[in-house]
């Protein structure tokens, strides 16, 4: 019998945000937010985006997260700063995640690049993680 689609989002959320019983979505925003408007967006977002499409294979998790950030860079998202935060949760070093936005200027242009930069300055001093950066 197939795993259920919610569990399977949940358990993939743990897996990304590092989260426990208590949270299980951790800092990861599920649309919980909008349970007067929209009672099933967070059913939705467990289902689709984790128990479908961050559990099939083919990548790993921080293949999955730097392809989330590169599309949240190229389209300007402020869900960045927490896909930031999963990338550093799943062990990507601070220089991929600098080096991937970087690596955007040329196809997303440097308004969004300075934009996710900023961001992930921000996320990188609440986290206390510093950035090696290659000498010139």
Do not use: W
Request: proline fraction near 6%; include cysteine; glycine fraction near 8%.
């Amino acid at each position: 019998m197939a795993k259920d689609r919610y569990q399977q989002g949940l358990e993939k959320l743990k897996e990304l945000t590092l989260s426990d019983d208590n949270n299980p979505t951790g800092s990861m925003d599920i649309g919980e937010g909008f349970k007067d408007i929209a009672p099933d967006l967070s059913k939705y977002v467990v289902e689709f985006a984790f128990g479908d499409i961050y559990s099939r294979p083919g990548l790993d998790n921080k293949q999955k997260v730097l392809t989330t950030i590169t599309a949240l860079v190229a389209q300007g998202k402020p869900q960045i700063e927490m896909h930031i935060n999963t990338g550093l949760n799943v062990g990507l070093k601070p220089e991929e995640i600098v080096g991937c936005i970087m690596h955007l200027i040329p196809y997303t242009g440097f308004p969004s690049v300075l934009n996710a930069l900023t961001v992930a300055k921000k996320v990188f001093a609440e986290r206390g993680v510093t950035v090696t950066t290659p000498e010139d």
